[in-house]
């Protein structure tokens, strides 16, 4: 008993150091992400836009639905002319009646690009693509896709 207490008084303040130097590692690892390539862009309208898939995980769980994070680069065009985006991953675009219902999928950002939770599957299979619909103040709607990367797809 009196060992430990003497191996406790003696190494104490190496465990306080390693306490003050943890924030630091977990500070440089936020502050340097790594993220897949930029899918390729695509001419939308007035806009060219090249989507970036945060990670290469798969869909989670987020306010009961299944969504993937996305970043959208706005290479051509003016954010501002965009009244309302959404983004989705399925078979097919769903419809804007049915996006506009809840939170998930909106675009959200600045003129620099747009973050978007993509709704998602729990399962992302090679049938589905990644969907962006827009909608100008106009009331022009513009739909695109991209193909999913392999990467990204969960065998059957």
């Known amino acids: ?8 008084q003696q ?34 309208g007035q806009f060219e836009i090249a ?6 995980k798969p869909p989670y769980a987020h306010h009961d639905e299944y969504v993937k994070d996305f970043y959208l680069s706005f290479t051509q065009g003016d954010i501002a002319a965009i009244r309302q985006g959404y983004l989705n991953i399925g078979p097919a675009p769903l419809p804007l009646a049915e996006l506009q219902q809840g939170e998930e999928g909106i675009l959200h950002g600045s003129r620099h690009g747009q973050h978007v939770h993509a709704i998602a599957p729990p399962q992302l299979t090679a049938t589905d693509k990644v969907w962006l619909t827009l909608q100008t103040w106009q009331g022009e709607l513009l739909t ?3 193909q999913l990367p392999d990467e990204l797809v969960q065998p059957q």
């Open 1 to 8: 008993m009196v060992q430990s207490k003497v191996f406790w």
């Open 51 to 56: 989507p970036i898939p945060l990670d290469l």
């Open 11 to 44: 190494h104490k303040f190496k465990l306080n150091g390693l306490v003050l130097l943890l924030p630091l590692w977990f500070l440089y690892d936020s502050l340097t992400p790594e993220f897949p390539p930029a899918w390729p862009a695509q001419q939308l």
């Open 144 to 146: 695109t896709s991209w």
